[in-house]
């Protein structure tokens, strides 16, 4: 059902029954590795470059997903998935091993929602049983597009982010228990004219207050009705201009409830800059970390607001500004 202007209702409340997360070394050594079903020690995962190694991460991701489920691969009907490289081909060519129906998805790092919240309405409408959705990102592979490969050793500047290694997938379904998926506001895209590709926390904080003001809005409720709202990579400075931003609009939020996933996926000490970024960032830590709380009744009720830069190396090569965009999924717990 649709309330307000952008905002889905899904009133059979399709169930995530079953996650998958992948990480590297880098995740394996932050706050939350406990939280990861597979871990690897460095980024190559025995493949010979980092884009073959990213589409080992999805692979590996949606089969603990299904093994979790006792679900075999033929009876996943949809892959609702995407990344950051070229055409999203690790995803594709993943799906060419998992042999799964596949919508393609790019949303940048706001992929991991846009996938769950288009999967959420397919399920909620009867359109399949067992769907399949999910994002990730390569540190290596990412940088190398996107910035310089960081064999060049180029310096970064303190607003810079870390691009997650791993991937995180979830497992929806009409039927079977766990977390409920209860409604999706969709993003529209936001320019507030930035260009630096090295401060991408800044470009996407306007994006993310924009969503999330227009879901509470047309929801008719306050923050606090959710236990945590959290944001999918806005890093240390995008996190600080989101605050400021409601506090502009007086738009209530209490800081402690209010968190980002490109600021809980690693350490002070880990040499991350203003945190994490990546499609991987938001997936692996709602799929593992969050759901996990969610699971331990820790959290009952949770809107995940992924976060994305709609830029290319085309667009930074024209001069062109950074368009952003932030899709926002409530997952909830029956009490």
């Excluded at 990861?36 to 692979?59: C, G, M, P, S, V």
């Excluded at 009409?174 to 209860?182: A, F, I, M, S």
């Excluded at 989101?242 to 968190?259: C, D, S, V, Y």
Aim: net charge negative; charged share 20%.
């Amino acid at each position: 059902m649709l309330q307000g202007h952008r905002t889905w209702i899904f009133e059979n409340k399709p169930v995530i029954i079953s996650t998958g997360t992948v990480g590297g070394p880098y995740e394996a050594k932050g706050p939350i590795g406990d939280d990861f079903d597979l871990l690897h020690d460095d980024f190559w995962l025995n493949q010979d470059t980092y884009e073959k190694a990213h589409r080992i991460l999805i692979e590996e991701a949606s089969q603990k997903a299904m093994e979790k489920a006792d679900l075999q691969k033929e009876q996943i009907q949809f892959f609702l998935g995407g990344d950051l490289i070229n055409q999203i081909t690790p995803t594709s060519f993943a799906c060419r091993t998992l042999g799964t129906p596949y919508f393609g998805l790019f949303g940048a790092c706001s992929t991991s929602m846009e996938g769950l919240a288009l999967g959420a309405y397919i399920v909620n409408t009867n359109g399949a049983k067992y769907l399949l959705t999910g994002a990730s990102s390569h540190y290596a592979a990412v940088e190398k597009q996107f910035r310089y490969p960081n064999e060049y050793g180029g310096q970064k500047p303190p607003t810079a982010q870390s691009t997650v290694t791993g991937a995180g997938v979830a497992i929806l379904s009409n039927t079977g228990h766990g977390p409920k998926v209860t409604s999706a506001t969709i993003g529209r895209v936001v320019d507030m004219g930035m260009t630096d590709p090295f401060n991408m926390g800044g470009a996407m904080a306007p994006a993310a207050v924009d969503t999330i003001e227009a879901h509470l809005r047309e929801r008719n409720v306050d923050s606090s009705y959710y236990d945590l709202i959290v944001t999918g990579d806005l890093g240390q400075i995008g996190h600080e201009i989101a605050i400021a931003l409601f506090e502009k609009h007086g738009t209530q939020m209490k800081e402690e409830a209010f968190r980002d996933c490109g600021m809980m996926i690693y350490s002070e000490d880990q040499p991350v800059f203003a945190g994490a970024s990546g499609a991987g960032c938001s997936a692996t830590v709602v799929y593992g970390h969050l759901l996990n709380r969610m699971r331990k009744g820790e959290l009952k009720r949770m809107l995940v607001v992924a976060t994305g830069a709609l830029l290319s190396p085309l667009t930074f090569q024209q001069n062109e500004t950074i368009p952003c965009i932030a899709h926002a999924v409530s997952i909830e717990v029956d009490e």
